[in-house]
């Protein structure tokens, strides 16, 4: 699906009724007939994903076209603080209510099939046992089970005609209805098993033309394979619920007065304060003014330790203050939260197809049809052949079902974004896993990725340290790079203003302060490089790991700040990981070349590229894919969009704001750099997944349809075949968790 244009509406919407892929593609197809509009249809999460890209097609107009064809639809409750959605209310029958409905008539018709298929083949079997009415009681039984449990299969297959659509509602029902029908007439004809009946015919129609036991076993099989499947899909998706239901619903807001006010999450504003207190949840994103706390941030990453939070340190709504009361000022609510931005990020991973899918729900589309065709021409031919026609046409009915087909993808996609978004890794969609599997090398960037980016001033060089070092300050109030703001954090709290300030992207910064041009940054900016009596210092500085920035005006080096950044603890572990995983890990960085060694040494990286500007990291990248390697860029999220998007796969290390970045193919909100190899393991994991559901699902079909053509396939067990198929797709999704 492409991006939706600047202009576009990205509507989210909830689908219900939907019983397999073939319900899907309808939908997708119905929509995109629409003008303006660009549909992804969701079988498996039960959702769909609509541009919008024109103003004549409202939401209203998408939900009425949904509802002509036979199935709900409304828009996705949304992540908004504060919206009845983020509380865990709802207008409409909850999932717990249709699976309570689902599991009731499963129970009926597992109970009422275990004595039909007893007496069917006992009187099918022991011919002296069978006593007169016997074929009255069997259908006595049986009726609840074809009638009753089976009553949602029949009305959605009746809705789906009524709108001139088909689906596996509608091969089910019709199988069920035909062995019914057949069986009462049979019945009232008085007809039964013959007595002189072979081993082979009991196997294939054990109570002759009675067919009975194979409606109720149908439908008891295809309830239970539904019921299996929704429990799946639901537990798969409480990942998504609950990343939704972390929104706050109220908030505390401080006045200017300083009067505290209980409001509506929807009532706050940007840049509007609010008070958390010890247990209570961050309402919106923003940024501690006072007080200090532990804030616990594993609901959204995964990381059981919390961290501390002072002033100044940028927080996330969705997570609790531990320890301590907070004044936050919001940078972002609503929708543009990161916790938003994180709920997106599943639901967009879900919509997307791989290409393989699309081949699927295009086939499914015509398959219920094809198969009904198949049915009456494999009756018509044994028919012609003077043989038993009925049972094997049912066999094909019942058989030839593409649900196993619909799930195989998107089921895998649904388990693998619940497990990725409980340990803070987000899928982007199906690029990353078809690219994972053939990564070999993984680019890191290092500060903010295999460091903490927060640097921190060590010492100040030069004749006059305290001017040095109040300049540079004054030049980088101007910029929000890492090393800026531990600058300023470390000088003086009255530097002025710069004034014409000026960035220099992997370079530096300049500005005029005190009437004077101060450039902040690499040696090489300026004329002179850096003086003999600065050399041993300077040279002592990088040879301990440190990164050193020149301060100099009239376009002399006058002094440098000397900065640290300390490694992550994951780093190294992380590395290990990678190169036991047969990656090769490569540290990429636009800082000086001891500084990089030294990091690199820490970590165990021994291929280290250093001293590279931005758009140096895309040459590097295009080499390293010109001599055929396959990479994965690792970088911060800030300053590594366009390294991420030039790479084959792009990775990005956010805390928060940086979630929605769209350069990269996975993002990884946890603070933890061991994410990188679990993401990688987990993308690779969800490809394989992949292949052997649609290789089980093709096959399945390839060798079970032919056999119910050659009449060598009993309906009852064609029907529990069917149900296995889904089931073993299922199952073997469910491995991911």
């Not at 992540?79 to 029958?93: F, I, K, L, M, R």
């Not at 039984?141 to 005609?161: I, K, T």
């Not at 082979?200 to 109720?216: F, K, M, Q, R, T």
């Not at 209980?262 to 003014?289: I, M, N, Q, T, Y």
Request: hydrophobic share 50%; with cysteine.
């Amino acid at each position: 699906m492409t991006a939706p244009s600047v202009e576009s509406t990205v509507l989210d919407l909830e689908i219900g009724g939907m019983s397999c892929a073939a319900c899907a593609a309808r939908i997708e197809r119905r929509l995109n007939r629409l003008d303006g509009v660009e549909a992804s249809v969701d079988y498996a999460g039960e959702g769909a994903r609509v541009v919008l890209a024109s103003a004549e097609v409202t939401t209203a107009t998408v939900v009425e076209t949904v509802g002509k064809l036979g199935y709900t639809a409304r828009p996705a409750r949304p992540v908004s603080a504060g919206s009845p959605g983020s509380s865990g209310e709802d207008d409409g029958p909850s999932d717990d209510a249709e699976l309570r409905d689902l599991w009731r008539r499963l129970v009926v018709a597992a109970a009422l099939f275990v004595p039909v298929a007893d007496l069917a083949l006992a009187m099918a079997a022991v011919p002296s046992l069978r006593f007169p009415g016997w074929p009255w009681v069997l259908a006595a039984l049986a009726a609840p089970v074809v009638v009753w449990s089976a009553w949602p299969l029949h009305r959605r297959a009746l809705a789906g005609l009524r709108h001139g659509t088909t689906s596996m509602d509608t091969l089910v029902s019709l199988g069920i209805v035909a062995a019914t029908v057949w069986s009462l007439v049979a019945v009232v004809r008085g007809a039964g098993p013959a007595p002189t009946a072979s081993t082979w015919d009991l196997l294939l129609h054990p109570s002759g033309p009675v067919y009975l036991e194979v409606a109720a076993g149908v439908t008891t099989f295809v309830l239970a394979g539904r019921y299996v499947e929704r429990r799946a899909r639901r537990a798969s998706g409480d990942a998504l619920a609950a990343l939704a239901r972390l929104a706050a619903r109220d908030v505390t807001v401080l006045d200017d007065d300083g009067t505290e006010r209980r409001v509506p999450v929807g009532e706050l504003h940007v840049g509007a304060r609010f008070v958390v207190r010890p247990g209570e949840k961050v309402a919106a994103d923003g940024r501690v003014v006072s007080g200090r706390s532990a804030v616990d941030r594993s609901m959204l990453t995964g990381e059981p330790v919390p961290s501390e939070a002072d002033v100044g340190d940028p927080v996330v709504g969705g997570t609790v203050a531990v320890s301590g009361r907070l004044v936050v000022e919001a940078t972002a609510v609503g929708e543009a939260t990161a916790l938003a931005g994180m709920v997106r990020l599943v639901r967009d991973a879900r919509a997307d197809r791989a290409d393989v899918q699309r081949l699927v729900d295009r086939i499914s589309a015509w398959f219920v049809p094809a198969v009904v065709v198949l049915s009456l021409a494999t009756g018509l031919g044994w028919w012609l052949l003077g043989a038993d026609w009925f049972s094997p046409a049912l066999a094909v009915l019942v058989i030839a079902c593409p649900c196993a087909l619909g799930l195989a993808t998107p089921m895998a996609m649904v388990v693998a974004s619940g497990r990725g978004a409980r340990g803070g890794i987000f899928l982007k969609g199906h690029h990353a896993l078809e690219t994972s599997r053939r990564v070999d090398t993984v680019v890191l960037d290092k500060t903010g990725t295999l460091t903490t980016g927060r640097m921190a001033v060590v010492s100040v060089l030069g004749h006059s340290p305290d001017l040095v070092l109040a300049r540079a300050a004054a030049v980088e109030r101007g910029s929000e790079h890492a090393i800026a703001t531990a600058v300023v954090a470390h000088g003086p709290g009255d530097v002025p203003a710069p004034v014409d300030f000026v960035a220099l992207p992997g370079l530096g910064a300049r500005a005029v302060v005190d009437g004077a041009e101060v450039t902040v940054g690499r040696p090489d900016l300026f004329e002179v490089g850096v003086p003999s009596d600065l050399r041993a210092a300077w040279d002592d500085a990088e040879a301990a790991g440190h990164t050193v920035v020149a301060v100099g005006w009239d376009g002399v080096v006058h002094g440098a700040v000397v900065l640290a950044d300390d490694v992550k603890a994951s780093a190294a572990p992380a590395v290990a990981a990678l190169r036991a995983a047969g990656l090769h890990p490569v540290l990429l960085t636009g800082d000086h070349e001891r500084a990089a060694r030294t990091v690199a040494a820490a970590v165990g990286i021994d291929d280290v590229v250093a001293g590279v500007l931005p758009e140096g990291k895309l040459a590097v990248l295009a080499e390293r894919r010109a001599a055929g390697a396959v990479v994965a860029m690792v970088g911060d999220g800030i300053n590594d969009g366009p390294a991420l998007a030039a790479a084959d796969l792009g990775l990005a290390v956010g805390t928060g704001t940086d979630v929605a970045l769209e350069a990269a193919d996975v993002i990884l909100v946890r603070d933890d750099l061991t994410a990188v190899p679990e993401a990688l393991a987990l993308a690779r994991a969800t490809h394989r997944t992949i292949r052997v559901n649609l290789a089980w699902a093709f096959g399945y079909n390839v060798a079970a349809i032919p056999l119910a053509v050659a009449g060598l396939l009993n309906p009852l067990l064609a029907g529990l075949a069917m149900a296995l198929s889904s089931l073993l797709v299922v199952s073997s999704s469910l491995r991911l968790r």
